[in-house]
């Protein structure tokens, strides 16, 4: 017998996500709320069993405890990766799931960018040209340089393989080490005291966890090449951006390429601001056009699932977070 659940749809851009779920599961009521505020009453009101969820607005303030307390929420599908916003949950009675993968290509283009970006030293060139400068320049290859990868989940994969395909060396670092494709070298997290000073360019991907946050602490930062280069677009609290502003600002680094904070919006009298060996984005390497349709089709996909009495796919481990 196939199942026929209410369906609320909790994002800030309802409409299309509605429409695509409709299209596919036509027979259910989809219900939307665009929102923080107004979701515990939606949820108390029409006691909906699914709820798909975008943290559209920051984790500050996002209705976790109206969703993990209900009574009738069964099934919580986030639209992102994260789950960090949700703490715990009671696993037998609430069944999370997320869409790992949604963005994990175009997180690896940002992060071979921001690469590029130091290796081309495109700040420099670019503040000559300003100052109508001819000088004498040059660029380095990132070919033969060694990547240093926290996190082989499908993020970490896909940049792995982008920095294979540029002949670099991948050093990958996992909770649970096993041998993966363009990984040189995979290694558990206690390794890593070995492995900083290893590495051209670290790309921090791992999910915001007890056990990985302030997992780049000062003592890791101080251990890092002069000339490596920090790409962080994991979640803020993994890395202690106090001391990497500090390395940052005497030359103790390269250079770094920050796409999470501690505290977001980043606050106007950080230092990292007025530092020109950063590159500061909004929280914004997992944000391209059609990103979260590509979600909500997932989430269809699961529904499917879902309603025939299959194992979802993505299903996330309390216990883990992933």
């Known amino acids: 017998m196939t199942r026929t ?8 851009n309802p409409a299309d996500a509605r ?13 939307t709320c665009d929102s923080y505020a107004a979701l515990p009453d939606t949820i108390a009101r029409h006691r909906p069993e699914v709820i798909y969820s975008v943290r559209f607005g920051g984790t500050s303030g996002f209705p976790r405890d109206a969703i993990v307390e209900s009574e009738t929420v069964k099934w919580l599908s986030i639209g992102g990766s994260g789950t960090d916003h949700l703490a715990t949950w009671d696993s037998a ?13 175009m997180m690896a283009e940002y992060t071979l960018g921001a690469m590029l970006h130091f290796s081309l030293d495109i700040a420099g060139f670019r503040k000559a040209q ?22 082989m989940g499908q ?3 896909a940049v792995a393989k982008r920095c294979r395909a540029m002949g670099m060396r991948v050093l990958g670092v996992r909770a649970r080490p096993a041998p993966m494709d363009n990984v040189d070298e995979i290694h558990g997290i206690d390794a890593l005291p070995d492995l900083w000073s290893k590495a051209d360019y670290i790309v921090i991907c791992v999910p915001l966890l007890p056990s990985t946050q302030g997992l780049v602490d000062a003592a890791a930062i101080a251990s ?4 490596a280069v920090v790409i962080d677009i994991s979640r803020g609290g993994v890395t202690d951006q106090s001391a990497l502003a500090v390395a940052l600002s005497n030359g103790a ?20 601001w007025a530092l020109e060996n950063v590159i500061l ?19 269809c996909e699961n529904l499917t699932r879902y309603r025939q009495g299959h194992t979802l796919t993505n299903i996330v481990n309390p216990a883990r977070g992933y």
């Not at 429409?19 to 219900?31: E, I």
């Not at 680094?253 to 990292?272: C, N, R």
Request: glycine share 8%; proline share 7%.
């Open 5 to 12: 659940p209410t369906v609320l749809l909790h994002t800030d």
């Open 19 to 31: 429409d695509k779920v409709v299209a596919a599961h036509p027979d259910l009521t989809v219900l």
């Open 93 to 105: 009675r609430l069944t999370v799931t997320n869409a790992a993968g949604v963005a994990a290509d």
């Open 130 to 151: 300003k100052a109508r400068e001819w000088v004498s320049g040059k660029v380095t290859p990132i070919a033969g340089q060694s990547v240093l990868i926290l996190g």
């Open 155 to 157: 993020t970490g994969q």
């Open 224 to 227: 890092l090449q002069s000339n």
């Open 253 to 272: 680094l390269k250079g770094a390429a920050l796409d999470v904070f501690e505290t977001e919006p980043l606050p106007k009298d950080s230092p990292l």
């Open 281 to 299: 984005t909004p929280h914004c390497s997992s944000v391209y056009d059609g990103w979260e349709l590509k979600s909500v089709g997932m989430f």
